[in-house]
Every structure is written in structure tokens, then in C-alpha cells.
């Protein structure tokens, strides 16, 4: 009795050491998902609750923000602008290999563009040349948005800001996000605003990026662009942007 009572304590005792030493995690196939750190645990709690929904990013250069959306009741919400820390080159497109300018135009994150160790904190890179790029002829890579601050054509951030940017796009992907779009603007691409570039080398160009703005402000879902000889259009479904929006999202964090 006493041998058999044994047996079952040192099997319990041994089950029990495997489940305490063995890692834990809320996706089972989360490998890169890293423990939070100070810094990141200071997400506030409404943010969290987002974690793992769709997310779309727009750049807007000439503000120097970054917006990071989700996409809650049907809609792609505002969950925050963050500042720009830096940048490169002014507006227009990037070109060529060494000509440290930051890239406009449509991009997309994928879960192997997420570097946790990168020597700028964190890094994504936006797939940097796109068939437009490549079609064009532009040279480039390693293209990103990162931390420390710091760019030679890529968009920085501070360490704290792209620790968050960096969960919600993660945590999407693992939620099953095929890929992160992440559209950048020269500015916010107003009639007005357009008009007042018209003698600009860039103005036929942004023309062309205009139309996935304004299919975003109408819809609130991120557009579907793809390229035709050598320029960006609206996929067919893109005609839904002659349609005013089912909803009407309020900002969450607009106080």
C-alpha cells in the first residue's frame, strides 16, 4: 500500500513540475509573441481589449504621423496617431537604393516581416520594393518602420510607440490577418490640398494614391489596390467608394 501510494505521489509530483515548467501561451502557435515588457504593459486597458483585431496603418508624411485603425463593428476605427519621430527625404516616392527617402505609396506587413530583435528596438518592414516599385524600376530594401528614433529612409519612432504599433499588428496576424496594410500619403489628400501641387514631378503620382484615400474616408475599410501598367487603381470592388459608409465610428480614445 504504502509502495503503491508512493508511486502516485511521484507521478502527481512529476505531472505537476512538467505543467509549472513548461511555457504557457494564449496562442498556441505564438512563437514570436514576446512577454510583456514595462513598457508595453502600459497599453491602456481599451487598447487591449483590440488586441487581435484587423489593422490597418496610414503614414501621413507631411503631419508626420502615423494612425493605426482597427476594425470594430464592421469598421475601421482610430485607436491613435502617434508622432512621427523621423523620417527621410521630403515628400515623394522613394526611387533608388541610397537616395534615403521614405517611401509613399500602398505596402503591406506580413508575419515575416516582424523582426522582436531588431537593432532599432522593433522593426516592420513594409515590403519595400512592391510590384509598383519593381515595375518602375526603384531599388531599395529593408524599408521599415522602427524604433530608436533614428531613419535613413525608413519612418522611426520612439521605443514605447512602436512597442504598441508593433503588438496590435503582431497579435492580428496571429489572429489570422493575412497581412497588415499600411498605406503612406504624402498629406492628407484633399481636393485642395492636391490642387496645390499641380506643377509638382509628383503630381500624376499622388493622383494615383489619391483614389485609395478618398476609398478609405468614404468607407472606412482599407482599399484593395492593384497595379496596371504601372500604375495604382482601385481593385473593381473599389466602386463601393460611390457609397457613403454603413456606419458612422466614433473614435474610442478621442478624449
Same mark, same amino acid.
Given at each position: 500500500?504504502?509502495?503503491?501510494? &508512493?508511486?502516485?505521489?511521484?507521478?502527481?509530483?512529476?505531472?505537476?513540475?512538467?505543467?509549472?515548467?513548461?511555457?504557457?501561451?494564449?496562442?498556441?502557435?505564438?512563437?514570436?509573441?514576446? =512577454?510583456? #515588457?514595462?513598457?508595453?504593459?502600459?497599453? *491602456?486597458?481599451?487598447? *487591449?481589449?483590440?488586441? &487581435?483585431?484587423?489593422?490597418?496603418?496610414?503614414?501621413?508624411?507631411?503631419?508626420?504621423?502615423?494612425?493605426?485603425?482597427?476594425?470594430?463593428? !464592421?469598421?475601421?476605427?482610430?485607436? *491613435?496617431?502617434?508622432?512621427?519621430?523621423?523620417? @527621410? &527625404?521630403?515628400?515623394?516616392?522613394?526611387?533608388?537604393? !541610397?537616395?534615403?527617402?521614405?517611401?509613399?505609396?500602398?505596402?503591406?506587413?506580413?508575419?515575416?516581416?516582424?523582426?522582436? /530583435?531588431?537593432?532599432?528596438?522593433?522593426?516592420?518592414?513594409?515590403?519595400?520594393?512592391? *510590384? +509598383?516599385?519593381?515595375?518602375?524600376?526603384?531599388?531599395?530594401?529593408?524599408?521599415?518602420?522602427? !524604433?530608436?528614433?533614428?531613419?535613413?529612409?525608413?519612418?522611426?519612432?520612439?521605443?514605447?510607440?512602436? @512597442?504598441?504599433?508593433?503588438?496590435?499588428?503582431? +497579435?492580428?496576424?496571429?489572429?489570422?490577418?493575412?497581412?497588415?496594410?499600411? /498605406?503612406?500619403?504624402?498629406?492628407?489628400?484633399?481636393?485642395?490640398?492636391?490642387?496645390?501641387?499641380?506643377? @509638382?514631378?509628383?503630381?500624376?503620382?499622388?493622383?494615383?494614391?489619391?483614389?485609395?484615400?478618398?476609398?478609405?474616408?468614404?468607407?472606412?475599410?482599407?482599399?484593395?489596390?492593384?497595379?496596371?501598367? !504601372?500604375? +495604382? /487603381?482601385?481593385?473593381?470592388? &473599389?466602386?463601393?467608394?460611390?457609397?457613403?459608409?454603413? #456606419?458612422? =465610428?466614433?473614435? =474610442?480614445?478621442?478624449?
Amino acid at each position: 500500500m504504502f509502495l503503491t501510494t &508512493g508511486r502516485k505521489m511521484s507521478k502527481s509530483l512529476f505531472m505537476l513540475s512538467v505543467l509549472l515548467l513548461s511555457p504557457v501561451s494564449f496562442y498556441s502557435n505564438a512563437q514570436s509573441v514576446q =512577454p510583456l #515588457t514595462e513598457q508595453q504593459s502600459t497599453m *491602456q486597458p481599451e487598447k *487591449q481589449r483590440l488586441l &487581435g483585431l484587423p489593422v490597418y496603418v496610414r503614414i501621413i508624411k507631411e503631419d508626420k504621423v502615423l494612425e493605426l485603425f482597427v476594425k470594430n463593428q !464592421g469598421a475601421y476605427q482610430l485607436v *491613435q496617431s502617434y508622432p512621427i519621430c523621423n523620417y @527621410s &527625404g521630403g515628400l515623394g516616392p522613394k526611387h533608388y537604393q !541610397g537616395d534615403f527617402k521614405s517611401p509613399e505609396g500602398f505596402y503591406q506587413v506580413t508575419m515575416q516581416g516582424l523582426n522582436p /530583435n531588431s537593432k532599432f528596438y522593433r522593426s516592420l518592414n513594409l515590403g519595400y520594393p512592391n *510590384q +509598383y516599385d519593381q515595375e518602375h524600376g526603384f531599388t531599395g530594401k529593408h524599408l521599415m518602420v522602427h !524604433g530608436d528614433c533614428v531613419s535613413t529612409g525608413c519612418y522611426a519612432m520612439n521605443d514605447q510607440q512602436i @512597442s504598441e504599433i508593433y503588438q496590435f499588428i503582431e +497579435y492580428a496576424l496571429i489572429n489570422g490577418q493575412p497581412q497588415v496594410e499600411v /498605406n503612406i500619403f504624402p498629406f492628407r489628400m484633399t481636393n485642395d490640398k492636391l490642387k496645390s501641387y499641380t506643377h @509638382s514631378v509628383h503630381y500624376e503620382f499622388w493622383q494615383q494614391l489619391k483614389a485609395g484615400y478618398d476609398f478609405f474616408e468614404k468607407t472606412h475599410q482599407p482599399p484593395n489596390m492593384i497595379v496596371n501598367n !504601372g500604375r +495604382y /487603381n482601385l481593385a473593381p470592388q &473599389g466602386l463601393l467608394a460611390n457609397s457613403p459608409p454603413k #456606419t458612422n =465610428p466614433a473614435n =474610442p480614445f478621442s478624449r
